[in-house]
């Protein structure tokens, strides 16, 4: 994806709308109001590989004045400064080379490690660990369980999933541990699931072609986008955490 102009552009167009990203930054901004108990609009906030910057752009309209970004996208960058923000060049894979020296309370990277192997995952964990001032938080959000790969992941260019053992162990490797975490949408688990083996029943019989694809990023519309924002926030108040989802949200502290 990050040669991807076009993908970039639709989520530059669809991020601060679509209910999928809205829930996902509230999320984020749960959790930073839920570790930080008094709002602190000073709080150094990173976010790492920040795509075209609606996580920033949501955080400053709450408050929050300290915002960083750094993505590997040139593209993604535009974006970012089009929207006003302080989002420059940076890699997930040496992530001291961004503002060496520089901490952080809070450092976000979401739907963007599974570019990178198991080592590089640790590497990038420990490198968020060491960039963390006193009481720091890491907020993660990651792509989950492979029968929910489909026509999406290959548009993007992910190669796989995740499961909540796999960075627990990554975790403990960079010297983190786990606090909160849940997997996410819950009750539109079955019907994307649906879709997703669907996609990969046509890709197998090739009625897709797999070299011509486009993500999930896409405004369904007022109507049907109000109705699953209203579901995943139900979900999210009534349950808490959940077993089973397409995406896998997890914060970590220094251990």
Known sequence: MIDNRLEYQRMYETERKLWWYQILHGKVLSQVRKHFRAMDPDLKILDAACGTGGLLS?????????????DYSQHAIDFSKERGLNVV????????????????DIITCNDALYFLTDEEIVRALTAFKNRLNRNGLIIINIHAFEAFSGTHDLAVGSSRRF????????????GLRIGYTTYWPFALSL????VRQWQN?????????VDHLDSDVE???????AVLKTITKAESAILGKAPFGS?????????
């Not at 029943?201 to 072609?209: A, D, F, G, S």
């Not at 405004?219 to 986008?225: E, K």
């Open 58 to 70: 949501f955080l400053k309209e709450n408050g929050y004045s300290n915002l960083r970004g750094f």
């Open 89 to 104: 060049f940076g890699d997930l894979r040496n992530v001291d080379a961004f503002e060496p020296g520089e901490t952080f």
């Open 163 to 174: 499961k909540l053992e796999q960075f627990q162990a990554f975790g403990k490797a960079a």
């Open 191 to 194: 019907p994307i699931l649906l």
């Open 201 to 209: 029943y046509q890709i197998r019989k090739k009625k897709i072609n």
């Open 219 to 225: 405004y369904p519309g007022d109507a049907v986008n």
């Open 247 to 255: 995406s896998l949200f997890m914060t970590f502290q220094p251990v």
